[in-house]
């Protein structure tokens, strides 16, 4: 069993947010403690928070007052809502939140059930509980319950609670803290070689990440943001500086990381690659098809369009491998524009083309031959593929006019002169 505990001021937004649950049918209350309950034996997210902040006195120094914490057991654990409720109270007993007003959330949401307790940091008197080596005494304490309760080992439950990251909520609250959680969880766990491939894999969480360039005393610093963002994309929240987040997420951090992942996602392409091919065989007629059917095979696809609908980027994920990639790096018969053809014509299907796509009956584990449109000549124009999808994804801005063009034309041109001199050569 994983604890994770999070401190912060807002109440309304901590209570918010699992009483929104509740009301969606996707949580439920399991214990409130030393809280008013009306007269039709249940309790309301008003009621809640008006004895919660009645307790808290007029001059309190404590500035982030709100305890909330999510206890997550192994998915293969099924506990009662009685053990659950147990596990809740010894929990905050040993932590010594036992005497606070507290309430406990089940959520249901996902296939892990898993609770929620949101409490407060100081007593009536306005005195912080103690909180010295808290999240350490937690670890011990939720050692001791999976002996009690004979739950699995926290060591087998971390992976799970890593890919289960919750979106970035601006109605809960303390984003920032939201969205360090999220960003430290995606460097830490998945691969990526440019910041569309991040994009993409941080949309999942409601949140994007942009380049900045800044000028101080006549030196040029580059740096990120991070935006929360909606169900659609669209930017919803005033971007985070990412050194007011902290270390590990930063610029230097992330191109890093891209660096790395160049060399590691390479032996993982062929098994995307093999994925991919097979589904597009099966010939999907609509982009909400496609996406079915990849998440059949394990894999999330990310579409990105201009404003007059046209597919300019697409990226597949791998949440379990950890790995994102753009299309043109699986090859040029991947890139964007293939796809946009494609569902611009579903009826002509390319990747029923064996001359370019090799034999459909190709065992996986020779997919690592089976490298559609992949001489060297064309590899440099998958290069290209991947700079003018970065480019309209606006991660490169362009100097003025068409500049960007001509220099992709000639990087394009330099890459296949030396395609030439190598074949002379042999």
């Not at 994770?4 to 996707?26: C, H, P």
């Not at 070689?193 to 994007?208: D, P, V």
């Amino acid at each position: 069993m994983i604890a994770k505990i999070s401190v912060m001021e807002n109440l309304g937004g901590a209570l918010g947010y699992n009483f929104k649950k509740v009301e969606k049918e996707k949580a439920s209350i399991l214990l409130a403690q030393g809280l008013y309950q009306n007269k039709e034996e249940t309790y309301t997210m008003t009621e809640v928070f008006a004895d919660m902040q009645a307790v808290i006195p007029e001059k309190c120094r404590t500035k982030k007052m709100v305890f909330h914490c999510s206890l997550n057991p192994h998915p293969d654990d099924k506990l009662s809502d009685e053990t659950l409720t147990q596990i809740a109270k010894e929990y905050m007993e040993a932590l010594g939140y036992g005497k606070q007003p507290y309430i406990v959330f089940k959520h249901n949401d996902i296939a892990r059930e898993h609770i929620h307790i949101v409490s407060l940091r100081v007593d009536n008197r306005g005195q912080k509980i103690n909180d010295k080596f808290e999240k350490r005494r937690s670890k011990k304490i939720t050692d001791t319950l999976e002996k009690r309760f004979g739950l699995i080992p926290s060591s087998k439950v971390r992976d799970n609670v890593e890919t289960e990251t919750p979106k970035v909520d601006i109605d809960r609250g303390n984003i920032k803290e939201q969205v360090a959680n999220v960003t430290r969880m995606v460097l830490k766990h998945y691969k990526f070689c440019s910041l569309g491939e991040l994009n993409a894999i941080l949309s999942r969480y409601h949140l994007a990440v942009e380049e900045v360039k800044t000028e101080f005393r006549r030196k040029k610093y580059d740096g990120l943001v991070y935006v929360p963002t909606d169900d659609k994309g669209d930017k919803v929240g005033t971007p985070i500086h990412a050194s007011d987040i902290g270390r590990g997420v930063g610029y230097t951090a992330v191109q890093n990381r891209m660096q790395k992942s160049k060399q590691n996602v390479k032996p993982l392409i062929p098994t995307v690659r093999n994925k991919v091919l097979k589904t597009m065989r099966t010939s999907p007629n609509t982009e909400k098809e496609l996406q079915q059917r990849l998440e059949e095979q394990g894999l999330r696809v990310f579409i990105r369009k201009n404003e007059s609908g046209r597919i300019y980027g697409i990226t597949f994920i791998d949440d379990k491998a950890g790995i994102a990639l753009n299309g043109s790096r699986l090859g040029k018969g991947y890139a964007a524009n293939v796809f946009n053809g494609y569902f611009s014509n579903p009826a002509h299907n390319p990747f029923l083309d064996e001359t370019l796509y090799g034999n459909p009956s190709v065992r996986l584990e020779q997919s690592a031959t089976v490298q559609p449109l992949q001489s060297n000549a064309e590899e440099g124009d998958n290069l290209i593929d991947e700079l003018i999808e970065d480019m309209a994804d606006g991660f490169f801005l362009p100097t003025g006019n068409d500049d960007w063009k001509e220099a992709v034309w000639q990087r394009k041109l330099h890459r296949q002169s030396k395609v030439s001199l190598k074949r002379r050569k042999r």
